[in-house]
């Protein structure tokens, strides 16, 4: 019988008070049934939905089996993109925040490899990366994969739906053939099965369809009836008016030309798809996480592996391409047990797509009316907050307390003013409620932090 007890285990007493210490109380389902077999070295093939709690599964066995007095590369976690393989390696750095000396090192694009470089030759016991990044260490002969224990291949589907399959190949080919793989992915295609079989030694298949989060979700289809798509998603916004959206669509064109036609009409609103330079997309997810924008108009690939937390409502400005898609996307609202809204748009050439979600439902599903058009009449949905970006970060040894203290000096702005703070290496973000924003923008370009001048502006 499983156990959802962490303390039932056979974890290392440094993670179980680590665990402890962030009340991470009881397994996860796809943690429950996976870790017992992660633990005791099994391959392990995992399907399970983002927010199942699949990062810590594979973060608790990479630290249960490090050992930390050899300084060198014992696991390795492939993630499809940077914002994925940052959280991966956050999570882990907070898990092994008891354990003495561990060090998880990140290799992404779309940041400068110099920094990389230096890293890598202090060493490092884990490595989190995108495929193409890790790639390019490899052949510059700067990684040694000849004491790696534990490969991790996280949403593997998405790193063949992007195009990752030679990279990973010449970076599996390079890694130890005795060594234990983990891999997860949310849905199962031909591909993942071809992988995994030429991958994994006798795994153990685990599929996990945890309803706890999903139930929360209520979905809703609406008919078009000869609506144009942006107008009916500008009726559902200001219908609902929800504090934070996340709207999908099939393509990179579809995306832009939505969040152009929002923007026109004056909604707050960002895009998010692969045709954004990396700094842009950094900003975009930024801004969105700390209420600076309501609605985020994404593709499936670029929202794949995103943190958002809290999210009022999704909406599908069509239906997704299959069934598996269409379920990644509405577990995008109503995660850990939290209420959410799932809206999807139906028009006369999306029958045989909204069929198919249909048959999932194993219900039959009716259309309802779109919202009137009087709608469009009220105030645009705007943000609550406006992102202020300095030009200071970690490197110049700024800390949120620092940004917080310039603000609030003899009472120029109040702590409630300000919101989330986000720190990168050469920039810090800061977000300033809407009315006092330029107040904040004052301060920060005639005043200094920590006895330093920045330069800061609104993005």
Same mark, same amino acid.
């Given at each position: 019988?499983?156990?959802?007890?962490f303390n039932q285990?056979?974890?290392?007493?440094?993670l179980?008070?680590?665990?402890?210490?962030? $009340?991470y109380?009881q397994?996860t389902?796809?943690?429950?049934?996976?870790?017992?077999?992660?633990l005791?070295?099994?391959d392990?093939?995992?399907?399970?939905?983002?927010?199942?709690?699949?990062?810590?599964?594979?973060?608790l066995?990479l630290?249960?089996?490090l050992?930390?007095q050899?300084?060198?590369i014992?696991?390795?976690?492939i993630?499809?993109?940077?914002?994925?393989?940052?959280?991966v390696?956050?999570?882990?750095?907070?898990?092994?925040?008891?354990?003495?000396?561990?060090? %998880?090192?990140?290799?992404?694009?779309?940041?400068? %490899?110099?920094?990389?470089?230096?890293?890598?030759?202090h060493?490092a016991?884990?490595?989190?990366g995108t495929?193409?990044?890790?790639?390019d260490?490899?052949? *510059?002969?700067?990684?040694?994969?000849?004491e790696?224990?534990?490969?991790?291949?996280?949403e593997?589907?998405?790193m063949?739906?992007?195009?990752f399959q030679?990279p990973?190949?010449?970076?599996?080919d390079?890694?130890?053939?005795e060594?234990q793989?983990l891999?997860?992915s949310?849905? =199962?295609?031909?591909g993942?099965?071809?992988?995994?079989a030429s991958?994994?030694?006798?795994?153990?298949?685990?599929?996990?369809?945890?309803d706890?989060?999903?139930s929360?979700?209520?979905?809703r289809?609406f008919?078009?009836?000869g !609506?144009p798509r942006?107008?009916?998603?500008?009726?559902?916004?200001?219908? #609902?008016?929800?504090?934070?959206?996340? !709207?999908?669509c099939?393509?990179?064109?579809e995306?832009?030309?939505?969040?152009?036609s929002? +923007? =026109? $009409?004056?909604f707050?609103?960002l895009?998010?798809?692969?045709?954004?330079?990396?700094?842009?997309?950094?900003?975009?997810?930024?801004?969105?996480? $700390?209420?600076?924008?309501?609605?985020?108009?994404a593709?499936?690939?670029?929202?794949?592996?995103?943190?958002?937390n809290?999210?009022?409502?999704?909406? $599908?400005?069509?239906?997704?391409?299959?069934?598996?898609?269409?379920?990644h996307r509405?577990?995008?609202?109503?995660?850990?047990?939290?209420?959410?809204?799932?809206?999807?748009?139906?028009?006369?050439?999306?029958? #045989?797509?909204?069929?198919?979600?249909?048959?999932r439902?194993?219900?039959?599903v009716?259309?309802?009316?779109?919202?009137?058009?009087?709608?469009? *009449?009220?105030?645009?949905l705007q943000?609550?907050?406006?992102?202020?970006?300095i030009?200071?970060? +970690?490197k110049?040894?700024?800390?949120?307390?620092?940004?917080?203290?310039a603000l609030? +000096?003899?009472?120029?702005?109040?702590?409630?003013?300000?919101?989330?703070?986000?720190?990168?290496?050469?920039?810090? #973000? !800061?977000?300033?409620?809407?009315?006092k924003?330029?107040?904040?923008?004052s301060i920060?370009?005639?005043?200094?932090?920590?006895?330093r001048?920045?330069r800061?502006?609104?993005?």
């Amino acid at each position: 019988m499983l156990t959802n007890e962490f303390n039932q285990l056979k974890l290392p007493e440094e993670l179980l008070v680590s665990l402890t210490d962030l $009340n991470y109380q009881q397994m996860t389902p796809v943690q429950a049934e996976s870790l017992p077999a992660i633990l005791a070295g099994r391959d392990v093939i995992v399907q399970a939905r983002t927010g199942s709690g699949k990062t810590a599964a594979f973060a608790l066995g990479l630290l249960a089996k490090l050992n930390v007095q050899r300084f060198r590369i014992q696991g390795l976690v492939i993630c499809p993109t940077r914002e994925l393989a940052e959280q991966v390696a956050e999570e882990i750095r907070k898990l092994c925040r008891t354990m003495h000396n561990v060090k %998880v090192l990140t290799l992404c694009g779309g940041v400068p %490899v110099k920094a990389q470089i230096i890293s890598l030759e202090h060493g490092a016991h884990i490595l989190v990366g995108t495929p193409g990044r890790l790639l390019d260490h490899l052949e *510059q002969q700067r990684l040694d994969f000849s004491e790696l224990h534990t490969l991790v291949l996280d949403e593997a589907d998405r790193m063949l739906e992007m195009g990752f399959q030679e990279p990973l190949a010449a970076l599996i080919d390079a890694t130890p053939a005795e060594r234990q793989t983990l891999l997860f992915s949310a849905t =199962y295609p031909a591909g993942i099965e071809r992988m995994a079989a030429s991958l994994l030694r006798q795994p153990l298949r685990i599929t996990v369809t945890d309803d706890s989060g999903q139930s929360a979700t209520q979905q809703r289809f609406f008919a078009l009836d000869g !609506v144009p798509r942006d107008e009916a998603a500008m009726r559902l916004l200001q219908h #609902y008016r929800p504090g934070s959206c996340l !709207v999908f669509c099939n393509t990179k064109r579809e995306a832009q030309e939505l969040a152009d036609s929002l +923007k =026109y $009409n004056q909604f707050s609103v960002l895009a998010l798809h692969g045709d954004l330079e990396q700094k842009d997309r950094d900003q975009t997810l930024v801004q969105f996480s $700390n209420q600076s924008a309501c609605v985020l108009v994404a593709t499936d690939v670029a929202a794949r592996g995103l943190d958002i937390n809290g999210l009022d409502l999704v909406i $599908n400005l069509q239906p997704a391409h299959d069934t598996d898609t269409h379920i990644h996307r509405i577990g995008r609202t109503g995660r850990a047990g939290e209420a959410g809204l799932a809206l999807t748009l139906v028009g006369p050439a999306d029958d #045989y797509k909204f069929r198919l979600i249909e048959d999932r439902l194993d219900e039959k599903v009716a259309l309802q009316p779109l919202p009137g058009s009087e709608l469009l *009449q009220n105030r645009p949905l705007q943000a609550p907050m406006v992102t202020i970006q300095i030009q200071g970060g +970690k490197k110049h040894k700024l800390r949120p307390g620092d940004i917080v203290g310039a603000l609030t +000096k003899e009472q120029q702005l109040e702590v409630t003013d300000i919101g989330k703070i986000q720190l990168q290496p050469m920039w810090s #973000y !800061v977000a300033i409620t809407r009315d006092k924003a330029k107040q904040a923008l004052s301060i920060l370009n005639n005043g200094k932090i920590k006895g330093r001048s920045f330069r800061a502006r609104a993005i």
